[in-house]
């Protein structure tokens, strides 16, 4: 990513509230659906829960200054759908907890795009548990419960940080902007900017 600039001088409430968005879809995942196949290439519904979980992990501790790449991208050990739900509730939690210091929004904190200032870097962390949200969804079947009014705040700081001229570039890891109408969904518009195609269906 390039420019960091938040969409909000305080994100933390839209970080809470995209975790919050997200709980109802993991809990809904159960046994069966752990092998579908999601909008992330390559992962099931299992790999991407236990991304998650890793984002849960990787933002408290990024927040109180470790680096990112001292947490794996994806918790192991729990591979079935209960450990993997009660994974995501027990962690919620501590994420709260990180955001509460209200000194906490003009650090600098390491960032895997970089350092940043951490509201800049919570705001990066909200579009990706939009994005993942959707990813849920799909590969659940249905999209059509989620907040378009969290994607359309969270749409101007990702359009400026993930230009579409960068992509391509090695140490860009997101797809080529999919074409959308500009009357789109501001869900649909929020994922197809990083690289996701929102007609996506599951087989």
Known sequence: MTQQTPPLTDPRPALLAAAAQLTPYVE??????????????????????????AVADRVPHVLGGG???????MVGGLDDAAGLVAGWTDRQPALAAA????????????HPAGDMPAAAAIGTYVSE???HAWDLAAALGDTSGLDDRQAEACLPAIVRALPAEIRGEEWVPF????????DARATDRLVAWVGRDPGWRAG
């Open 28 to 53: 809904g995942v159960g046994e069966t659906d752990l092998d579908r196949p999601t909008p992330c290439d390559g992962w099931v519904v299992r790999d991407l829960l236990a991304h998650l979980l």
């Open 99 to 110: 955001l509460a210091d209200d000194d906490l929004l003009g650090r600098t904190v390491h």
């Open 129 to 131: 548990l939009l994005v």
């Open 67 to 73: 680096h990112p790449s001292e947490v794996p991208s």
């Open 175 to 182: 797809g080529e902007v999919v074409p959308v109408a500009d």
